[in-house]
T-cell receptor
Framework: AQKITQTQPGMFVQEKEAVTLDCTYDTSDPSYGLFWYKQPSSGEMIFLIYQGSYDQQNATEGRYSLNFQKARKSANLVISASQLGDSAMYFCAMREKTGFQKLVFGTGTRLLVSP | DVKVTQSSRYLVKRTGEKVFLECVQDMDHENMFWYRQDPGLGLRLIYFSYDVKMKEKGDIPEGYSVSREKKERFSLILESASTNQTSMYLC???????????????FGPGTRLLVL
């Protein structure tokens, strides 16, 4: 079974609008962490935001926020006020405590921001 | 700033060649990782290392080997390249073996390998 599922291969959004990128996960481990990364066309993965399984509040980092719904096992990334530079691939990833320092990645969502 | 560098951005090799992909990090990180990235499959872990001369298999180690002789350098080796190893290869590092849970991995720019 997929540990991380990103069901949106591609998303379109207009500049200045908000967009939500979906991520669901599967784990039986009570301790885990969820990460979102951005990969521009240059190829380098850029860390955006982190949410721990015991965190009481949803994580936020500037224009990025994480809509964490533990019971539904979802960790959706919300980008507010989209910019042209947000056009990229976005990956959701999970670290389980039992998995040492390994990350398991989803298949990614390509976001295109139009003027 | 953490810097992870990879020896080549683009590489073209022939089937059967031995291929070395080099990765260097400059922040004294203990952990290093090699992933391959394919469209529709995301990133898949090939091998990782948590110390010099130590290595652990990831999810898809077949056809690959690794070497970590120095802490800052982690090499991925394709003993006999095949066309199905055409892919984007990403190296990453993270600070500590038993680090805090929210410790991110830092990635290099990737190497696009084409095997003909």
């Amino acid at each position: 079974a997929q540990k991380i599922t990103q069901t949106q291969p591609g998303m379109f959004v207009q500049e200045k609008e908000a967009v939500t990128l979906d991520c669901t996960y599967d784990t039986s481990d009570p301790s885990y962490g969820l990460f979102w990364y951005k990969q521009p066309s240059s190829g380098e993965m850029i860390f955006l935001i982190y949410q721990g399984s015991y965190d009481q509040q949803n994580a936020t980092e500037g224009r990025y926020s994480l809509n964490f719904q533990k019971a539904r096992k979802s960790a959706n990334l919300v980008i507010s006020a989209s910019q042209l530079g947000d056009s990229a691939m976005y990956f959701c990833a999970m670290r389980e405590k039992t998995g040492f320092q390994k990350l398991v990645f989803g298949t990614g969502t390509r976001l295109l921001v139009s003027p | 700033d953490v810097k992870v560098t990879q020896s080549s951005r683009y590489l073209v090799k022939r089937t059967g060649e031995k291929v070395f992909l080099e990765c260097v990090q400059d922040m004294d990180h203990e952990n290093m990782f090699w992933y391959r990235q394919d469209p529709g499959l995301g990133l898949r872990l090939i091998y990782f290392s948590y110390d010099v001369k130590m290595k652990e298999k990831g999810d898809i180690p077949e056809g690959y080997s690794v070497s970590r002789e120095k802490k800052e350098r982690f090499s991925l080796i394709l003993e006999s390249a095949s066309t199905n190893q055409t892919s984007m290869y990403l190296c990453a590092s993270s600070p500590s073996r038993s680090g805090v849970f929210q410790e991110t991995q830092y990635f290099g720019p990737g190497t696009r390998l084409l095997v003909l």
